[in-house]
């Protein structure tokens, strides 16, 4: 099984310890992991601000980095959600929709596809509310949502029940969106970070030690907001929990 | 025309910091609410599906649907009057106030009325107009437009409230307990009813096979303004069709669990023939809705029924007031319309958005709106409407993240910047990410950097 890891532009430039822990968790469930180096980003944040022309080149090199691969994983629900749902700025070739179709973010390739249940290396004994991106969670599609009555269910929240130690405390709105957005976080800042103000202090309220996530995006909005507010919430994404991270 | 500014209309309804908690804790009990009452009904789920599948069959025959209308609610003793535009609307309100001699007009709750600009075309010629549903006449009396579909003044506190009333109808500013300013206000509409030559409402629905229509209140105002005055105006929007009275009872069971949480609305009154020596006029408007019809990709936003549902639930509405969006829908679904009516003016508006997708979940009709949102979004920049800043900037990154190595060159520049420069250069005024963010630190090495490394 040929695996490529992409790390998002942001995860690569601010936060190396997240791919890092992508990459050794993969490694370490004994899969051959390739890593583009001429990688940039998948196009959404250009796609998403409606500039279609502008993300075809981007999208064109995110194809042709990741092509002959049998999966692509990556530690960002909302990049792996842009691949399958929204990279239609290039032409939809049989190769493209393969691509597309085999991108996948990394709790749900974990749960889904190699069907990874125990993370015995792994214990993390604290207090933790987990947050599920939006794209992660009504995009993906890897949890049940508050919208929707009926069975509830969770892939990022399976994997982490699965790591010693962990408690999980629920924030009053469980999958309220943090007000990242994108681009939206800097053109509707007001907007943007009263949500993510409200966000964190929900969390912490809830007793939180830490949050978990499995997007990159909302850890660096929250973190931000939290910081700024003094709140003594630490943040972490969930495959340097499930890789073994003590704090 | 000017863009509507919604993130700057935003910061000033943020600021006012009661109004904003208060704002964001109403709206979300109301989500919480609904979500209690989807949860009691097993079949909600097939319920949202089957009505959407109603709308969209009816939508996909409208001309056929609205024939049968118009034949069986003349068939009823009613008469039909059809509006191509806002200004055709208002005329033909107008020509029937002066043709039955009215000069005073009662009216419940109407977003078309509000859409046509009805009420300042009506003022100008002397009809004086009175809003009886306590929210719309709150709005009257301040001169505000609705902030909310439903609940138009949700944007005020009972202390804003007092403010007006004592303002506009005398009573004592010291008071803001909620049954002194109702009964207040019920009082001193209460007269009015009686002194009008003409009442107004809308329609929630217009049923085909009968030739009726049906609103939906809570108050008892609907009903006081259709059946006192001996005319009856009916303003209502060619979506509200649906093909059988059968069909009915899908909707009439979403309706207020979407938009209130309560289990139906206090008075559902069908409305099919005129008393004798009375009249009903009902007057179908288009207003855009045919070419909305014709789009590919937003038409779906004409299933919509008006429950407000998608603006309780927005976390982007509960923090910014239905007032920023400068429009007369505001919130998930004014987002998706409003550009339909000028695309410049509202361009902004599909930006106001996460795209988060809890709009779509909670609509009753399931409309796809935060896709639509995404495509609307498409459309802006293809037409030439984004911002000109926002516009090169896209262009440049683009430029940069599809080129390796100049990717890589911004990667350095990006972490240099953030290592050595002092904190008063990064949090300046042109960084809004900085205003009440922190920026995360600048790591020793980029993951590609570590990888080259290690691997």
Known sequence: ?247 | MKRVDHAEASSRFIAAREHVEFHDKRLWDLRQKRDREAEAIPEWEELRTLASSIKEHTLSHLGDYLEQFERNAIANGMQVHWALDAAEHNQIVYQLLRSHGATVLVKSKSMLTDECEMRPFLETRGIQIIETDLGERIQQLDDEPPSHIVVPAVHKLRGDVAQVFSRTIGTDARKSDVPYLAESQRQHTRPYYLKAGAGMTGANFAVAETGSFVVCTNEGNADLSANLPKLHIASIGIEKLIPRLADLGVFVRMLSRSALGSPITQITSHFRAPRPGTEIHVVLVDNGRSERLGMDGFWRSLKCIRCGACMNTCPVYRRSGGLSYGATYSGPIGVIIDPTFNLRKYSALPFASTLNGSCTAVCPVKIDIHDQIYRWRQVIAERGQLPMVKQEAMRMAGKVLASPKLYRLAVKAAQAGLDHLPRSMIYNPLNAWGRQREVPKAPKQSFREWYLKHR
């Not at chain 1, 290396?121 to 947050?131: E, N, Y």
């Open chain 1, 1 to 247: 099984m040929k695996i490529g890891l992409f790390i998002p532009c942001y995860v690569d430039a601010f936060f190396p310890e997240i791919g890092v822990a992508t990459l050794e968790l993969l490694e370490r469930l004994g899969l051959a992991v390739h890593y583009p180096l001429d990688q940039t980003c998948c196009g959404q944040p250009l796609a998403n601000s409606g500039c279609h022309a502008d993300a075809a080149p981007v999208e064109r090199l995110f194809a042709r980095n990741f092509r002959k691969l049998d999966y692509v994983v990556t530690p960002s629900g909302s990049c792996a959600h842009h691949v399958r749902q929204h990279l239609t700025a290039i032409e939809q070739t049989p190769e493209v929709a393969k691509l597309r179709a085999s991108t996948f973010e990394l709790c749900e390739f974990l749960h889904d596809v190699l069907r990874v249940s125990e993370f015995p290396w792994a214990k993390f004994p604290h207090k933790v509310g987990l947050h599920i991106g939006c794209a992660t969670l009504r995009g993906l599609g890897e949890a049940s949502t508050s919208e929707i009555a009926g069975a509830r269910h969770s892939k990022p929240l399976a994997l982490l029940s699965a790591v010693k130690g962990v408690q999980v405390v629920k924030p009053a709105r469980v999958d309220e969106c943090c007000g990242f957005g994108g681009t939206f976080s800097v053109t509707e800042e007001p907007v943007s970070a009263r949500m993510g103000q409200d966000k964190v202090r929900d969390h912490h309220g809830a007793g939180a030690e830490y949050i978990v996530t499995p997007d990159p995006s909302c850890l660096m909005h929250q973190k931000g907001c939290a910081e700024r507010l003094a709140l003594p919430l630490k943040f972490i994404h969930i495959a340097q929990v499930l890789n073994g991270a003590r704090a």
